[in-house]
Structures are given as C-alpha cells and as structure tokens.
C-alpha cells in the first residue's frame, strides 16, 4: 500500500498532484515522510468566558456559529465577522479578506477555530489561524491539538497537506521496519511506524525529538552504511594496469618537481606522495583530493600522471566543462610535453582520439566514458570537480576495459562532518595552504548608492594597469543548470554596461554559447583583447586569467558563500592586487555578505553554509540525490559519530549480507551507489 502511486490518492484534484510530485512526493511513503517545519500547540481548548486567561496564548475555541457578517472598511478591506458562542459566552472572531469563508462556514453549525487570544479594549477575542466543522466522535485533523506545519512550496499549503496525510497515516502502521531489529534496539530507537505517527500527529511536543532523532538517525545510517558497501567493494577489485615505481623513477619525479617554475607547499608535496602511495598497489586507489580555490590540485593531479607515463600507463582526464579542459590541456602540455608526454584532447569540438592517434594522457570533459573511442592501458583516472563517481561509471570504464586507479577532485570547500559522512568510501587528501605570493583578495559590498563610484575607479584602474574585469550576472534560478533567464539577464547586462562603458571593450560569454564560439570569447580576454567580460556563472570553474584583477559579482545576495567563494577564485591569480566587489540590492543578506567580504578561508564559508543554508548550498545547489536529507544534518557530529558507530557493529555481524527491507531502503536511498558493477 504505502509504494502506491499518489496519483491515486482519494478525493485530490490533479493540480494537486501535480504539485506534490513538484516536491518529491510520488508515494504514500512520501507523503508519510515528508517533514514538517514547525508545529503549533492548539491542544488547549478554553471557553469563551476563560478566553481573558489566556492573553496572548494559542488556544481552540469550540462552539456554534450564531451569525456571520462581511463589513468593508473605509481601505476597502473586506472582514468576515463570525459570532461564535458556547455554554460560557460568545465571542467574535474576525477573518481579513476571505470571502470564502462565507460557503464554508454555516449559521448553526459547530466549529473548532484555533489561534491566539488578543485582547482589544475590554474584549478579548481569538486571532483565528485555522478552523474546522466538529463532527462527532473524530478527533480535528486541523484544529485542537499540536498541529504541524509543512513546507508550502509548489502552492501546497499546510492545511491540505495535513488533511491528506491524516488520510493515509493509519497506514503508517503497516510500514516495514528499515533499519535492522538489532540496531533499532540497541540505539534505542523509536519503531519507524511509532516515528511517523508522531511525526504527524504527536500528542506531546517533547514526543516529538524522539521521532525526528529516528529519521535522521535511519538517513545517516544509510548514507554511512552504503558508503561503507561501496568501499567494501571497490576494495575487492584488482587494477588491471599496474604502476611500478623504482629508484630510478622516483628520482625522475623528484627532478621533475624540482623544475617547476614555483616551490610546491608542504600539503601538495604529502598529497602527490599519498596519491603514489596508492598507484602502486594492485588494489585501485580511490582517492578524493581537495583544495580550496588556487590552492594547485592540477599541478599534483600532474605529477600523479606523469608516475604513470613513467610505467607506460595512460591516463585519462575529465573536466567538468569543455572551456576547462582545453584550459587544462594547455596547462598539462607547458607541465609535461617537455618531457615526452604526449597529451590528446576529446571533446564536443576537439575530437583528437577519432584520428587514431596515441597519447599517454587524454583530456575531456564528463563525457569522455561515453565516447565510442577505446582508450587502451589505462591505469589513472582524474575527475575534477565532480563529486560523486557512482557505479554507473565505473561500470562505464569496466566496459571499456579500465579498472582504474580513481582521482576525484574539487575546489569546493567541503565540511569536515559532511565529507566524513556523505564520502566516507574515499581516502581524502586536503590542500589548505595557498601557493606563496599569492596577494589576498580585497573584497567589498558595494550599494546601489556607490555602483557609480565604483565604475569611475574601474575606468581608471583599466587604463592605468590595464587590468582586466569579470563581470557576473546572477543565477535568475537557483539551479546547477544555466537557464534561458540567466543567459538573458547577462545579456541585458551586457548592453547596459557597453553604454557605461563607452570606449572600452566588452565581452559576452553564457553557457548556451557553441563551444567554438566560447573558446573564442576566452582567448580574446586571455590575449587582452577585451577589457571587461560580462558573464554567467559559467566561468565559476577553474578560468585562469592571470592579468583578470577585478570581479563585480550582481545580485549577489542570490549565491552561496561557497559559490561566491569560486567566483571571486577567478581573480587574484596573477601578482597585481585583486578585488571583488559585491553588487547586493537586498539588505536582508548584509550581514552573509560582509562575512563573505571578511573572510579568505573557504573552509570557514563552507562552515557557515552549512549552518545557515543547509548542505545543497554547499555544491551551489538547491538539492541532489545523494545529499538529500530532510531530518537529519551535517553538523550534528553526535549523531554522526553514533551513526558511524552502527554501521561498524552491525557489519561486525553482517559483513556479506544487506537483505530484505534494509537493501531496498538503500536501493531507494542511494540507487546509483549501491547497485554492484
């Protein structure tokens, strides 16, 4: 019953299921487990004579509706007044603007209303918040009790969500147990049927932590326990390409380190000797190197290619953007090409693999494992920025032939508790200390006020150092894909600035460009042909523009810390002092940004994303799959640790075998993870 479809949900308008598959809802089970945000306590039910003891206190008034009023008031605000008494007295309770209220409610009829008790005068009245018919012998679904209250997005309000769950809640008591009996009992949690119910209708607000602690204890254990399976697996495999590293070798690393152009730090020199460390096992690394903005992950991702070239293995390179691997083809080339690697390129544009021709390392974007070319003796894969590699690309490799080592990175700063729990089957490698000489980025929150100003000293600072400027447009919709909106307010912003900016060059660049055309817009700023590039965030990964000093960020109260973090990592890369000025119109988010504005440390915006916006932020997005959870959080490391901790006992006990409930509650919870290769 609880798999059945909520199309199927008795006496519900299509626009309303429509709006509940809109937030995730397509089951029973998801209706049953979708969470409120707050509860308010209507369990109270007073008399109309006590009403005067309950100033300011939500309480449920019951009794018959002696008349009903519509009075207009001289600002044309339409009041339904509704005359209610009881066996105490009667009292006047006054709706604003709803008219409706005239079909639903009936002179003689009795009603529950819930609110809050004011007092006007010498009359004490009741602030009306909901209200229902009473029918006898049913407890109210939406009045006198602690009633909860959900999300209302997708124009779903509370009052219907609590009318259609209270119609399917009884079959809460036929839900399965997911989690298994010997976890349930010695973590002393509440059954999950228990959970729900209480969820939804708890008779005790201190019932409710419990119920909560229950779900969000079933989602970590989850999110640990597969992430546990998923390494317990890759660890079974055998690489198929093996790396030796002799003396000899070693010593061609050591030289090769020594040549380049700048003194590594001491986290890139321990990273590329953990990433060797692993190379050379028969077991295939699966390694997760992060580094905040600048901080040289491609420089070690480098070296750990050029160990294998030194076996005579290949290695495969996947950027997230076409833009960025030919950026990085470039960068490899000027790195490696001097010491005979050969390095290809395969992507939408660049398709170098098709001619037949050799390379000891490929770079392409995300697409790479789908092309039709065949890449042969491959021991490294790199994967940047993408922060998950599930099954379906391993398996994509397994049909190519490759059981690979696997190097994933990200300059996304990541939480300590969120990278332990959401990538616990991955080895983690952290670059945080900066490159020396690398000058600190001014940051400012500009008003509309100063925006005139501001374009004034970025006149002068053009023509004075010739510096060059990025200008970013605001995401229209908070979505990792770029929409048609965004490229139109980039546009728009585009021609306004070219009267701004008269004299100057400008230049337009989005992500609905064709690839040539963009690569052409990023070689002309690149080469000093344009002064001033107005662009989407599209440009948030990885462009290197040493001689680009200055970024405007629009609208940027509508991006996460961690987001803006990558912005603003687009300057400050060369050795003329860099500022990124914060054009905000909303004062509500002042004070995010003037911590943003204070603070270089992207480990610390991550942090406070975290807290305050929740982990979706944390990646620029509003939610994916693997990172959705909706009662439990990344910062409750006591939770966590307790989680982490069941997971170890119970696959003490259970090392081969997830079965029954417990496997499909996985297989729901992290579908592409779990599945084997």
Not at 84 to 90: I, L, M, R, S
Request: with cysteine; proline share 4%; hydrophobic share 40%.
């Amino acid at each position: 019953m609880l798999d059945t479809s909520i199309n199927l949900l008795p006496h519900t308008s299509g626009l309303t299921k429509k709006r509940l598959h809109l937030v995730g809802i397509d089951t029973y089970e998801d209706l049953l487990k979708y969470p409120p945000n707050r509860y308010e306590d209507f369990s109270r039910i007073v008399k109309a004579l006590f009403l005067r003891n309950f100033l300011d206190q939500k309480v449920t008034l019951q009794g018959e509706v002696v008349s009903i009023a519509v009075v207009k008031t001289r600002s044309h605000i339409s009041l339904q007044k509704v005359s209610v008494q009881d066996n105490t007295g009667k009292v006047s309770i006054t709706f604003f603007n709803q008219p409706y209220l005239l079909s639903q409610l009936k002179k003689g009829g009795t009603y529950a209303f819930s609110g809050t008790v004011k007092q006007f005068g010498p009359t004490y009245t009741l602030q009306p918040e909901t209200f229902e018919p009473i029918i006898s012998g049913e407890q109210g679904i939406q009045t006198g009790r602690i009633l909860p209250v959900y999300s209302e997005a997708k124009g779903l309000s509370s009052r219907l969500l609590r009318e259609k769950i209270a119609g399917i809640l009884p079959l809460a008591s036929s839900i399965q147990e997911s989690l298994p009996e010997s976890v349930v009992k010695l973590n002393d949690l509440l059954p999950l049927p228990d959970a729900l119910k209480t969820l939804h209708r708890p008779l005790k607000i201190e019932d409710l932590q419990r119920a909560k602690d229950r779900l969000a204890f079933e989602e970590l254990f989850l999110l640990q326990l597969s992430t546990a399976l998923i390494k317990k697996n890759w660890n079974e495999n055998k690489v198929k390409e093996i790396i030796k590293y002799t003396t000899a070798q070693e010593k061609m690393v050591e030289r090769f380190v020594l040549s380049l152009p700048f003194k590594l730090t001491s986290d890139q020199m321990q990273a590329y000797k953990d990433i060797i460390h692993d190379l050379v096992k028969e077991q295939p690394m699966n390694r997760f190197l992060q580094g905040d903005v600048g901080s040289g992950k491609t420089v070690v991702a480098a070296i750990s290619a050029y160990v294998a070239y030194l076996s005579k293995k290949k290695t495969l390179y996947m950027a997230p953007t076409e833009i960025l691997a030919l950026q990085h083809a470039e960068t490899f080339k000027a790195l490696l090409s001097p010491l005979g690697v050969k390095i290809g390129i395969q992507t939408g544009s660049k398709k170098e693999l098709a001619k037949g021709n050799d390379f000891d390392i490929v770079i392409g974007t995300h697409a790479l494992l789908s092309t039709p070319v065949s890449v042969s003796s491959v021991a490294l894969v790199i994967i940047d920025e993408q922060h998950r590699f599930g099954v379906k690309q391993r398996a994509l490799l397994k049909a190519k032939g490759i059981t690979p080592h696997l190097l994933t990175m990200t300059a996304t700063p990541i939480p300590r508790t969120v990278a332990l729990t959401a990538f616990g089957e991955l080895d983690m490698s952290v670059l945080s200390t900066m490159p020396t000489g690398r000058k600190p980025i001014r940051t400012y929150v500009v008003t509309q006020a100063k925006r005139n100003d501001a374009y004034t000293w970025i006149k002068k600072e053009i023509i004075k150092d010739k510096v060059q400027i990025f200008v970013i447009c605001p995401l229209v919709e908070e979505s990792e894909a770029e929409t048609l909106s965004s490229v139109k307010a980039a546009t728009t912003e585009f021609e306004l600035l070219k009267k701004e900016f008269i004299g100057f060059t400008l230049g337009l660049l989005h992500g609905k460009m064709k690839p040539a055309e963009k690569n052409s817009i990023l070689d002309d700023f690149r080469d000093k042909k344009i002064d001033i590039l107005v662009s989407t965030s599209v440009v948030e990964v990885g462009i290197d523009i040493p001689n680009a000093s200055i970024m405007i960020i629009e609208g940027a109260e509508r991006f996460g810390l961690s987001q803006l973090h990558q912005l603003r990592g687009r300057v400050g890369r060369g050795s003329i002092q860099s500022h990124c000025l914060l054009f905000s119109s909303a004062p509500i988010s002042a004070s995010r940004l003037h911590f943003f504005a204070q603070t270089l440390d992207g480990m610390k915006l991550a942090e406070y994303d975290l807290k305050e916006r929740g982990p979706g932020n944390i990646f620029g997005i509003e939610q994916h799959g693997f990172m959705e959870m909706r009662f439990a959080s990344f910062s409750d490391s006591l939770l966590i640790q307790k989680t982490q901790k069941a997971v170890q006992e119970y696959l003490k006990t259970n090392p081969d075998v997830v079965s029954g409930q417990l496997n499909e509650r996985l297989s729901k919870f992290q579908i592409d993870k779990i599945a084997k290769d």
